[in-house]
């Protein structure tokens, strides 16, 4: 079956620079999902589209931006890194709302490391 | 705002030992409630969920019951294996349209041959 696919796997930036984060949801899921995932910490939520429209909005800094496009995959870009900025990225996906379909099931996550 | 609260880890077990991780969680309504597994390397893998109270949910020897009047979602195996090794989250959903997951801290899991 298919699966969210998350490009690129790991990235490695200099401080100030900025990065581009890409997730390509299961076909047929129209919300994306991103969290980020700091050394042995619980994923955060920071930003949800639906139908490439902001749904959510969490502890997203100012300095990262998002957003969905007409095939439904999305990108997160980060400028301005941040050593504090380095952890796993993942990109989640669902169906439409409702019962059994607000399952998220997630990539396998972008690892990026600020140097 | 909604919670999750884990017990305090890491665990570590014998193959075949029993096992129980405690969820227990802080929300507004009836969430839904989900376990999530991490191995090595990976990305989060759904485990089991549950909807609504009473429910259990299931797989791969996991089980998990949605408890209401204990706001609880422990999560158990009768006998675990090595392979079972692994960071376990406990997350909750708003039952609402396109509703973020709040994650409890994770625990990690290492069973011994």
């Known amino acids: 079956a298919a699966g969210v696919i998350q490009s690129p796997r790991h990235l490695i930036k200099e401080k100030r620079e900025t990065a581009t984060l890409k997730c390509y949801p299961i076909p047929r899921h129209d919300t994306v999902y991103w969290y980020q995932q700091g050394p042995g910490q619980d994923p955060q939520f920071l930003i949800s589209?639906?139908?490439?429209?902001?749904?959510d909005k969490g502890s997203i800094p100012d300095r990262f931006s998002a957003q969905q496009f007409s095939d439904y995959h999305s990108e997160l870009n980060m400028s301005s890194l941040e050593l504090g900025d380095s952890a796993l990225y993942f990109c989640?996906?669902?169906?439409?709302?409702?019962?059994?379909?607000?399952?998220?099931?997630f990539g396998p996550g972008t690892r990026l490391t600020v140097l | 705002g909604d919670s999750v609260t884990q017990m305090e880890g890491p665990v570590t077990l014998s193959e075949e030992a029993f096992l129980t991780i405690n969820c227990t969680y802080t929300?507004?309504?009836?969430?839904?409630l989900f376990w999530y597994v991490q191995y090595p390397g990976e990305g989060l893998q759904l485990l089991l969920k549950a909807t609504k109270a009473d429910d259990k949910g299931s797989n791969k020897g996991f089980e998990a019951t949605y408890r209401k009047e204990t706001t609880s979602f422990h999560l158990e195996k009768g006998s675990v294996q090595v392979s079972d090794s692994a960071v376990y989250f406990c997350?909750?959903?708003?039952?609402?349209?396109?509703?973020?997951?709040?994650f409890g801290k994770g625990i990690t899991l290492s069973v011994r041959p």
């Open positions: 997350a909750l959903s708003r039952r609402r349209a396109n509703s973020k997951l709040t």
């Open positions: 589209f639906y139908e490439k429209m902001q749904s």
């Open positions: 989640a996906s669902s169906l439409p709302s409702g019962g059994a379909s607000d399952t998220q099931y």
């Open positions: 929300a507004t309504g009836y969430p839904s």
